[in-house]
């Protein structure tokens, strides 16, 4: 359990696989935010022997599509006067947009510039998403 009674209002990113910390705080840009943000590397945790956790002092839209497809297994919580108000368990996407670039370099998306490539997940055991334009196969 997660003391979060510090924490007024905000968001604890749970459950991260260690080492995969800092790169969910990139992806989702929170090297960007004002407010106080604190990436914990390598906690202890009796589940997972090492976590990671992330906390974000305050209320802000994070693209779950993104950490879904980083790290599935990780638990959001949301807090708001000291207490836990809402826990939120990811799934890998089924699609994303935006997200992720072609790796075919024949392909019509690195020819030109194409905004927002949607991506349909074809393997979940390896997380591998098809191209839109050319079915090319990448993952993050
Ligand atoms: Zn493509």
């Not at 939120?88 to 994303?96: A, G, I, S």
């Not at 020819?111 to 997940?121: G, N, P, S, W």
């Amino acid at each position: 359990m997660i003391n979060v009674s510090k924490l007024k209002k905000g968001i604890v990113i749970d459950h991260i696989k260690a080492n995969h910390g800092y790169k969910i705080f990139k992806q989702l840009g929170l090297d960007r935010i004002d407010d106080t943000v604190v990436l914990m590397r390598n906690v202890d945790s009796r589940k997972m022997g090492k976590k990671d956790l992330i906390k974000i002092e305050t209320d802000v839209h994070l693209n779950l599509d993104v950490l879904g497809l980083i790290d599935p297994d990780v638990t959001i919580n949301y807090v708001e006067n000291g207490e836990l108000v809402r826990k939120v368990r990811l799934e890998l996407p089924l699609e994303v947009t935006g997200i992720l670039t072609c790796r075919n370099p024949r392909c019509i998306t690195n020819q030109e510039h194409v905004e927002d490539i949607r991506f349909r997940l074809v393997d979940p055991e390896t997380k591998e998403y098809a191209c839109e334009y050319c079915e090319a196969r990448t993952h993050l």
